[in-house]
């Protein structure tokens, strides 16, 4: 259940947000999404630090502030005082959840609560619902965790504090050679080795996939075109649900045997389909790169 007094937050690169709620509700998980969401993080600053960081000219990008009854000068009145300043405007975040639902999270993780750490979880969790009640009445957005998981808790916050949910995660089209492995984080991989090889071709072979000759060599291939069809199909199905699912950063790797003609054709046909399609997107090509390092300085003429 989520409740809220404001629409859809605006003015993204000068907010500040106060992030609060019982222990065990989920404010370390939303501290977290809105770190990928391009907010500055900082977990249980004392309060009366806050001005420090707020001063000078304005930050530039939005801050999220972690707040719970473990900081050194917890105060409600002092967050009531922040949320009224006129200077800083915070808004107040609530991640609230039912006591029952606190007491298994606590009991699962075997964590001590910070207001009984010799006891049970139940008398931490009573005093600490009671001592933010009245944030909690006073809150600018309150979200009740007790039946969300991780995943769907990031795509609530994403929808009131992303500013652009359609480009949010970004992807990286690379090319490689099967002879030196695949690339480290590659998230899904294709192997174009069973495209005909533009290597066997003399004229093409000291050339690459970037070269529009390359590329037509590729593509006159029979089953070029129904390979790529089908990439791009999987590829326009699983990138929305990567990035429902809160992954900011997904790589899609081409092989082939030297990284040179084939992988490079097709990292480039399908970087431009993914950036017409709206993706924020990205190309490598591993073994070119290499390979440029490697190549003697030309002399300047």
């Not at 719970?68 to 800083?88: E, G, Y």
């Amino acid at each position: 259940m989520t409740q809220d007094i404001a629409e859809p937050f605006d003015d993204h690169g000068n907010r500040v947000v106060l992030v609060t709620g019982p222990s065990g509700a989920g404010r370390s998980t939303a501290i977290n999404v809105l770190e990928d969401l391009g907010f500055e993080a900082i977990d249980n600053l004392p309060l009366s630090l806050l001005p420090r960081v707020l001063d000078g000219p304005p930050l530039g990008h939005p801050l999220a502030l972690g707040l719970d009854v473990r900081n050194r000068d917890f105060s409600v009145n002092a967050i009531f005082d922040l949320t009224q300043d006129p200077c800083i405007g915070a808004e107040l975040l609530y991640l609230d959840c039912h006591p029952e639902i606190l007491r298994r999270r606590f009991s699962e993780t075997r964590r001590r609560h910070p207001l009984a750490p010799t006891g049970g979880p139940e008398t931490g969790i009573e005093l600490e619902i009671d001592l933010l009640g009245p944030l909690r009445s006073r809150a600018t957005l309150l979200i009740d965790t007790s039946e969300l998981t991780p995943h769907e808790l990031r795509a609530e916050l994403q929808r009131w504090f992303d500013p652009d949910p359609g480009s949010r995660m970004s992807v990286l089209v690379q090319s490689f050679s099967y002879k030196r492995g695949l690339p480290r984080g590659v998230d899904l991989a294709f192997d174009c080795r069973c495209l005909r090889n533009p290597h066997w071709d003399p004229d093409l072979r000291p050339l690459d996939g970037r070269d529009l000759r390359v590329q037509s060599h590729v593509e006159a291939d029979p089953r070029s075109p129904e390979f790529f069809r089908l990439i791009a199909d999987l590829a326009e199905l699983m990138l929305p649900a990567y990035r429902d699912e809160g992954k900011t950063h997904l790589t899609i790797g081409f092989g082939c045997t030297g990284g040179q003609h084939r992988s490079v054709a097709l990292t480039e046909k399908l970087a431009k389909v993914l950036a017409k399609a709206g993706w924020q997107v990205s190309k490598r090509h591993r073994e070119l790169e290499r390979r440029a390092r490697s190549a003697p300085p030309q002399a300047l003429g």
